[in-house]
């Protein structure tokens, strides 16, 4: 496929998207205002509690810092609920496109969901109580043993934590979306195979542009990527075979 034609595949999917914009959009914005003010101030003080080393303090360098913090949370949760309804009509829209002839049985499909809801919290689970522990009593103590007093900044470290804790959190639904592309016939499990190279070296980058800049925290994030990219290879390989 020509550069020239991806790029008319890909205008064809947004120009479809459009029409149900207005309605992902209203699906962000209320559950951004739900967010901003029932769960960010509760889950600010959680944070802190359970990951701020002993010894360090966060303090706020500007006025609005705060504010613009749980603004950002807030957006990040509204288009992170809205996400499986940009999946949903971006399913529908391929589907129409590249003539799928396969949609799942709403049997496979509640699986699929459920499976997929597990590993997300599997994901954040992994992120928040085994990897930032670790990573952030590292930093600091690589702080303290420099003699420096950690005073960090609350929207840099909170937001550090939210972003990790989400990457972690969708790394794990790798076999989900591998089965799924698989399953409906827009990738095949010989192609994964193939560029399995090149996902794992893209993995590695991820996981350094995401992370402070030694190998132990780098190799944390990369590691779960690389693993489940494998588990669903095989899922999908199995899938494909019992589909023959």
């Known amino acids: ?44 003080q959680r944070i802190k509690q359970d990951l701020l080393p002993a010894g360090a303090t966060l303090i706020y360098i500007s006025p609005v810092e705060v504010i613009m913090l749980k603004l950002r949370i807030a957006l990040l949760t509204g288009v992170i609920l809205a996400t499986p309804v940009v999946c949903y009509y971006a399913y529908k829209t391929l589907k129409a496109r590249f003539g799928i002839k396969s949609p799942m049985k709403k049997t496979h499909l509640f699986i699929l969901l459920g499976s997929a809801i597990s590993l997300f ?72 195979k193939e560029y399995r190279r090149y996902v794992l070296v893209g993995m590695f980058v991820l996981a350094a542009f995401f992370t402070p800049p030694d190998v132990v925290s780098q190799l944390i994030v990369a590691f779960p990527l690389i693993v489940f990219y494998e588990v669903g290879i095989i899922l999908a390989s199995i899938i494909s075979k019992r589909r023959l």
């Open 1 to 44: 496929m020509t550069s020239s034609s991806i790029s008319e595949e890909f205008g064809y999917i947004i120009e479809a998207l459009k029409r149900k914009i207005m309605l992902i959009s209203g699906i962000v914005i209320a559950t951004m205002l739900l967010s901003f003010s029932l769960l960010v101030d509760p889950a600010l």
């Open 121 to 192: 919290i599997a994901g954040i689970s992994y992120a928040y109580f085994l990897m930032l522990p670790l990573v952030l009593r590292y930093l600091n103590y690589m702080s303290s043993s420099a003699g420096v007093i950690a005073t960090w900044s609350i929207n840099e470290f909170v937001f550090f934590v939210v972003v990790i804790t989400l990457i972690l959190g969708l790394a794990f639904e790798l076999p989900i979306v591998i089965v799924f592309v698989v399953y409906s016939g827009l990738v095949q499990v010989n192609t994964l």
